[in-house]
């Protein structure tokens, strides 16, 4: 007995200190990741002036409004059209790419037919190719065809997500039984209406999980634009900020305004991200039930 409970105490001060060590590791973590974060919103609360006489990581005049002001009236409010361009690009081609994403995805999952294993690998080599490689061969295209400069060079690449027909394919063989399928069929529906009545529904955790990923690469994407368009009214966040960055050297008032321009760009994927928590919740309960 003595041994037995030596032995259980030794188990219980192994896994607390385990415990301690985990808690200790995901909370350096938190810090290493978040302390940009809490820099950018200390940074901008700041005047232009106390940016350099002031400690970065506190906080001195309260200055927010002023600057949020400042950033939205500065060049006839080009910022305002710069987010409603991110929130075009960025929520259009999130969804319309979720849709063909997960219409692909199915089909490769549900469908027996000639080549399907190797067009999948095909898909897959797709993601391996950066996107950055195929920047100037959709350059020269769009230019062949005329739309460079306008709002589909931009729209068009970022519907296309090998990743995300990857993932519907995955998410389609294990959310969506065939024998649903067969009945929805049995019943006389269509494979459209049997995808969208049936599979889609099934789907819809691990496909907010495709538009969370697309979401986030268009509303970071930066290169694509700055290859593709020269009118800055169709500029998106990053590359509207990236050229006054360039330009604070001979007119550092901007420095503010880009710093507060860059926790601006932030706020609505921390928001997204908050509200579609829900959907992957009701994917792990619906998994655990079955």
């Known amino acids: 007995m003595n041994s037995l ?8 001060r192994e896994s607390q200190v385990s415990r301690t060590a985990a808690m200790a590791l995901m909370l350096l973590l938190a810090v290493y990741f978040l302390l940009p974060i809490y820099f950018l919103i200390v940074a901008a609360t700041k005047p232009q002036g106390d940016l350099a006489a002031t400690n970065g990581l506190t906080f001195s005049h309260f200055n927010l409004f002023e600057n949020l002001r400042v950033l939205f009236t500065r060049s006839d409010g080009i910022f305002g059209r710069w987010a409603l361009n991110t929130v075009i690009y960025a929520v259009l081609g999130a969804a319309v790419g979720t849709l063909i994403s997960a219409l692909c995805g199915y089909a490769l999952a549900k469908f027996q037919f000639r080549g399907r294993e190797f ?12 996107t950055t490689a195929l920047a100037l061969p959709l350059f020269l295209l769009f230019s062949a065809t005329g739309i460079v400069n306008t709002y589909f060079a931009v729209f068009l690449p970022s519907i296309v997500s090998p990743f995300g027909v990857y993932l519907a394919r995955i998410f389609a063989n294990a959310a969506v039984p065939q024998e649903l399928l067969e009945s929805a069929r049995l019943d006389g529906a269509g494979e459209f209406r049997t995808f969208f009545s049936v599979a ?7 496909l907010v999980t495709i538009f969370l990923f697309q979401f986030v690469a268009i509303w970071n994407n930066f290169f694509l634009p700055m290859v593709m368009l020269q009118k800055e009214s169709l500029f998106p966040i990053t590359l509207g900020l990236y050229e006054w960055n360039g330009q604070t050297a001979r007119a550092p008032l901007l420095q503010e305004s880009v710093i507060t321009g860059s926790l601006v760009s932030i706020v609505p994927v921390i928001i997204l991200f908050i509200l579609l928590q829900r959907f992957w919740r009701t994917g792990l309960a619906a998994g655990s039930l079955k």
């Open 200 to 206: 889609f529904k099934l789907m819809t955790p691990s």
């Open 119 to 130: 067009l999948f690998s095909v898909i897959l080599g797709g993601v391996l190719v950066p």
């Open 5 to 12: 409970s030596t032995s259980s105490r030794s188990v219980n």
